[in-house]
Nanobody, 126 residues
Framework: QVQLVESGGGLVQPGGSLTLTCAAT????????MGWFRQVSGKERELVAT???????EYGDSLEGRFTISRDNVKNMVVLEMNSLKPADTAVYYC????????????????????WGQGTQVTVSS
């Protein structure tokens, strides 16, 4: 079973920067989407950013410009650069990946599997 391993979380002062990295344990696994979500205790998990295997990027509300997502398809790795961090960015950040295969039926049907990392804490505080 492929796993997503996150690193790079921690404590940073407001206005500071952090870089989160997520790597899949199997590089031969083909993910059509990789990205990051975050969750504050008691609230729903929300989108931070995702990137497809072809390079299409989506950011959560108000995050583009401060956050930058990038991906290495060969290494099955996704990186999130976070700048100008605010206390409101404090959350557990989860790496996400989705793989899609198609059935042998006619027409082929997509069957997707979602994968999540264990989460890494990001705390923005003075």
């Amino acid at each position: 079973q492929v796993q997503l391993v996150e690193s790079g979380g921690g404590l940073v002062q407001p206005g500071g920067s952090l870089t989160l990295t997520c790597a899949a344990t199997e590089t031969i696994f083909d993910f059509d989407i990789m990205g990051w979500f975050r969750q504050v205790s008691g609230k729903e998990r929300e989108l931070v950013a995702t990137v497809t295997s072809s390079g299409s990027i989506e950011y959560g509300d108000s995050l583009e410009g401060r956050f930058t997502i990038s991906r290495d398809n060969v290494k099955n790795m996704v990186v999130l650069e976070m700048n100008s961090l605010k206390p409101a960015d404090t959350a557990v950040y989860y790496c996400y990946a989705r793989s899609t295969m198609y059935t042998a039926s006619v027409p082929p049907r997509p069957v997707s599997d979602d994968y999540w990392g264990q989460g890494t804490q990001v705390t923005v505080s003075s």
